[in-house]
Every structure is written in C-alpha cells, then in structure tokens.
C-alpha cells in the first residue's frame, strides 16, 4: 500500500518533470522556456519528495531532510526564475513573435499615453 | 541496488554533455552556463556514487563558484565588441571556419581520450570485490583511533592529516597571489611616512584636493562610468517596463525576500556540515557552503551591504588567524604525542560533538580559513576595476588618463 502510494507520487514526479522538459524543448522564446522549468520543481521534484517521505516511513531523518529541500525550492525556484526573466525582459530579450505583449518600455509608454 | 550503474551513466553522460556544450556554444555568458551545468552533473555523480561530502564542495566550488568567476573575469574584460552580422550564421561559424587538418586531429585526440575514459571506466572496480587495504584500514580504524563514525574525515583530518595541510596552505599561497595582483588602488605605504609628507604642500596646490580615501575614488569612479552617484538602494520603484540598465544595486524584492528567508537555513546547513563530525561534510564543504551564503546576499542585497562583512582587513586576519589555528593543532601534536599532527585532544564518546578529537578543531580551523580565503578571492576579483588607459588610434595608451594610478 505504502509503496504504491510512493511509486504513484514519483510517477506524478517523473511525469511532470518530463512535460517540463518537452516545455523547455517546444516553447517558443525563453519567457515561456522558464514557465515551463519552473513547473518541474513545484510539480514535479515535490510530489517525488513526499513520495520518498511515504516510502521510507516519515522516519525524522527523511522527513526533515525532504521538509527542508521543499522549503528552499519553493523559495528559492520561483525567485530564481524572476530574477532570470527580470533580467531577459529588461535586456530585451525577444518575445515569441505572438506575443501579446511587447518588450520593455513599451508598457510604460503605453500607460503614459492612457 | 544493482541498478545504481544507470544513474552512474546518467550522471557521466550528464557531465560529458555539459564539457561539450561549454566548447561548442559561441555565446561566453551561455559556456559559462554550461561549465556550472558540468559541476552540477558531477555533484550528481558524487551523491550517487555516495560521497556526499566532496558533493558539498563541488556544489559550491564547480557550480557555483567557478561560474561566477568566470562570469566576473569576462565582464571584466569585455569592451565594446561590434557585432559581426555576416558570421551570424553558427553553422558557417562550427564548420565553415576551421581547416579539415585540425578538425581532423581533433576528432582523433577526442576518439583517444574517449578510449582511454572507457577503458578506465570499464577497469573501475565494482561493489562486489574486495575493498583495498588501505580502505579497510580506513574503515577499520575511524571508530577506535579517532571515535568518528566518518571515515572519510577520519582519512582527511587524522590519517592524511599532512596532505590537508598542503593542500589547505596551497589555498593560502592562491589567495595571497589573487590578492596581490588584483589590489590596485592600494594606497602606498612608507616605512617613515614619506607618502604623506608633502600631503599639506600638495592641497594648496590642489584645487578640489584629492581624495584620499577609497570610498571618493569609488564615487569619483562612479561618476566617470557614467552611473548614478544616488542610485537608489532597490529597483523597486522603477515603472514596470522600464528598459535596463538597472541603476540600483540590489534585486527586485522577490529576490531579496527569497534570499532572506533561505539564508538562514544556508548558514545553518553549512555550520551543520562542520559542527557534526561524524556525519560526511567536514570544514572545506562548510567553508564554501558560506561563501555560497555571501556571495547569494551579494546577488541580492548589492556589494554595500556586504561591505561591512567583507572588508579584506577583516577577512584577511580572520584567514590568518585561521591558518594560525591549523598550524597550532596540527604542532601540538608534537610536544605532546610525538609526532606532528597526532591526536592529542582526549576523544569523547562517538556520535557527539567533539567525538572525533584533534579532527574536529582541525576541521573547524579550516571552514574558518577556507571560508575566509574564498571569500577573499570572490570578492577581490569582483572589486577588481579597469586599471589601464584605453587605447587611442594610434594604440599609445592615454598618457593623462588614470592609467597610471
């Protein structure tokens, strides 16, 4: 039962982290790239975190040595991947050519217009 | 567990597929990319083939830390480069460029060295056979010589004792040498104080007088590089789309929150490493474990507010002090056990804080010399400033610039 529960969260794991990657692999321009990256550390090294918590009992060892791996990457993933897009975005890093929004600069002269 | 040789290949070809990328991307900012990319295969490779205490250092040192040097040492030395728009095209770039000749030789010295990596590979003795002798003495004796149920800091701290001590006196000679090579605006020191004799005399002649100190040459360089003297502390303000250059010297505050609250657990984690002796770490991971935490407040929170931390007067005594520590433990051993390096701390009790005798305050004197070191060395570079004059049309340098300062 234990190990089901397991081998179920680690595929959940294993199949976001694959759908990251082809994310990665198929978008367009680097603003959706990170979206997709991003995805494989909430959806994807989370679930394989608890799933290695449930296999291995909530022994303390395994317990708070996967608490703390899940802290830092739900803080420090999204932060990371601000911080890479903050920076593409304002270098001007193009945008797929479908983009509905445009580089930057734009949005601040289009609000200085309105 | 037989299976444990696919995450072995996985992570070898991971390594492999990263050194290629670092040749064959064009782009330095996207080699430099890759080059932490290798690092962080061979961290996989270390926690998979069960050394997590080398996975530590290599964390810090080959994914991190390396990276960021040779991040620092390209934007130090990148100018103003044209852009090329006929060679755009990579592939006329890969192939196009270069002779058959050499692109010949190269794939022959490639297919030697991949011969020789597989036969070394395939020569690796595998988890059935019989350990070394020297492993077993490792194994054998940690737990009666030293009380330690770590091995590896057992071989690194008490064993092989002296080669630490080499390799941790190397670190010191490197970063006396980085030191003295990027300190440039160091202020000459005279033995009688002739640099400031005829300060007094040269004021009146002056006029603004010169500032003397570091922090006015700083402002006075940052007026010249054309950046704000005031820039504001944080970006935060800035309208949404502004276009770059950023002025501030800190990140967005989703940044700086991140970093805050993951800091702390990152000093702890890294104290943990070196403070629990009888589990894998030991002072070199924990050392660079906290130059990791310096160099992530730098990233966020700007250089001015690690100023205060890492002021080289600082650092530099602390390193020595440091080395100091290594010297006295190691020397004690011997006056009072005969030889150099031998335990002479009375050995508690396995699994406690200081179960494992002489090895623990050699180890804890280390994280305090080579956090300090690297320290020293990240930060050096990164205050490195041009020191040369550009070169005008006839490529004689600027004779009146700050060339000469």
Redesign the interface.
Known sequence: MRTGIAVALCAVGLFFSLSGTVGVWRMPDLYTRVQAATKTITLGALPTLVGVVVASGASPPYLTRAM?VG??LL??N???S??LV??AY???TPQWRHAVSR???????R?AES | MTWFWVLDVVCLLWVVAGAVLVVWLRNLSGAVMALSLTGMGMTMLFVVLGAPDVAHAEVVVGAIALPVLYLVAIGKCRTVVERDDESTGEDRELHGGEPVRRRWAAVLLSAGVFTGLVVAFTGLPDETEELPAVARRAMTGALPDFHTTEPVSAVVYGYRAMDTFGETFLLLAAVVGVMVLTRTREARQGFVGEERAADEEQEDVDHPPRGSSSDEARRAERVEEGRAPEAPETPDREGLGAPAPETAQAMSVVARTAVRVALPLLLVGGLYLVSQGYSPGGGFPAGAVLLGAVLLVHTAFGYDRVRAVVRPRVLEVVEMLGAAAIVGVLAAGLPLEGSFAANWIPLAPEQTLRSGGMLQAFSVSELVEVGAGLTIVVFSLLGMRHDWAEDDEDGEGDESGEGDA
């Open positions: 703390l802290f830092l803080t420090l999204p932060a990371a601000h911080a903050r920076a304002k270098t001007g580089g930057p600069g734009e949005v601040a002269q609000r």
